[in-house]
């Protein structure tokens, strides 16, 4: 069974940054993309990021595009999200995600997801 734990996130002011961290277990992380997606208060998640296999293709969402950066480990077996600049409007619960069968990171805003972690809080504060 695939396990996704999420880290890193907490409260900071706007222009902070945070680096927020998956790790994962139960299967060869190396193999498959990762995602992330965020869910504000009162909204839909939403699409944040994606990096296929080898870290070598990364996707962004129009809001965090040159904000925020995602990349992986895959010695750690571990996804991140480094975000700077933060905004108020990117407070939200992130999640890291991945599907079953290998698929690519490109579409990952349309999939859905197979696996989900338990999400970590990111509040910024204005």
């Known amino acids: 069974q695939v396990q996704l734990v999420e880290s890193g996130g907490g409260l900071v002011q706007a222009g902070d940054s945070l680096r927020l961290s998956c790790t994962a277990s139960g299967r060869t992380f190396s193999s498959y993309s990762m995602g992330w997606f965020r869910q504000a208060p009162g909204k839909e998640r939403e699409f944040v990021a994606a990096i296929n296999w080898n870290g070598g293709s990364t996707y962004y969402a129009d809001s965090v595009k040159g904000r925020f950066t995602i990349s992986r480990d895959n010695a750690k077996n571990t996804a991140y999200l480094q975000m700077n600049s933060l905004k108020p409007e990117d407070t939200a619960v992130y999640y890291c995600?991945?599907?079953?069968?290998?698929?690519?990171?490109?579409?990952?805003?349309?999939?859905?997801?197979?696996?989900w972690g338990k999400g970590t809080l990111v509040t910024v504060s204005s």
């Open positions: 995600a991945t599907t079953r069968s290998s698929r690519s990171a490109r579409w990952f805003y349309t999939y859905e997801m197979d696996y």
